[in-house]
């Protein structure tokens, strides 16, 4: 089972984020087979962190809760509040599978939050998606919203990736590629 998991930083909690960044990606590392995107957030400017997204597999709807609430950011008072759900991998590969790379500042996460549970839109692939698929209810059957991350001229272009369909609101963040940097993940 595939989870989305974005931790929402406190305002004010950059110093913090940043003295406890090892300790973040340590507990990472044991999550590393089934990581299948991640990264920070920050706002417009690209300089303020304002979240950290994960996307990855796990056993079951317990296991994500025990993942985003036991990370040690979230302990200390990093975060303001976390997203958990459902996600179903419509690309059915990683981030690091993405032909454009890991670098740049074009890189955004976009959330579609869809007005009640109800058919879902198809997002086309263009090449510039890194990662894309399905919020889901906890029961895994009914759609909520879409989550991609996605290379664009822009927050105005990311948020036409889900333009066109039926979105109550659409959130879009500054995003980068996140964890260590290995020689499996360039």
């Known amino acids: 089972m595939d989870f989305l998991v974005y931790h ?7 110093d913090l984020r940043r003295a ?3 300790e973040h990606w340590s507990y990472m590392d044991g999550f590393a087979e089934t990581m299948i995107a991640r990264g920070p957030t920050f706002d417009e400017s690209g300089e303020v962190l304002t979240g950290s997204v994960h996307v990855l597999g796990l056993p079951d709807p317990a ?3 025990r993942f985003a609430f036991e990370e ?3 302990q200390a008072g990093a975060y303001r509040d976390v997203l958990v759900r459902r996600f179903r991998n419509d690309l059915g590969r990683t981030m690091w599978d993405f032909a454009g790379g890991r670098d740049g500042d074009d890189r955004y996460l976009a959330i579609g939050w869809g007005p009640a549970p109800g058919p879902e839109p198809v997002v086309p692939d263009s090449g510039d998606l890194i990662g894309c698929g399905a919020l889901l209810s906890d029961d895994g059957e009914a759609w909520l919203g879409t989550a991609v991350l996605v290379r664009a001229a822009g927050v105005d272009a990311a948020r036409e990736v889900l333009a066109g369909h039926r979105y109550d ?3 879009v963040h500054r995003w980068h590629f996140g964890g260590r940097r290995t020689e499996d993940q360039g």
């Open 8 to 14: 929402r930083d406190r305002p004010g909690s950059g």
């Open 20 to 22: 406890l960044v090892e």
């Open 63 to 65: 296991a994500a809760w």
């Open 72 to 74: 040690p950011s979230y």
């Open 169 to 171: 609101a659409v959130e």
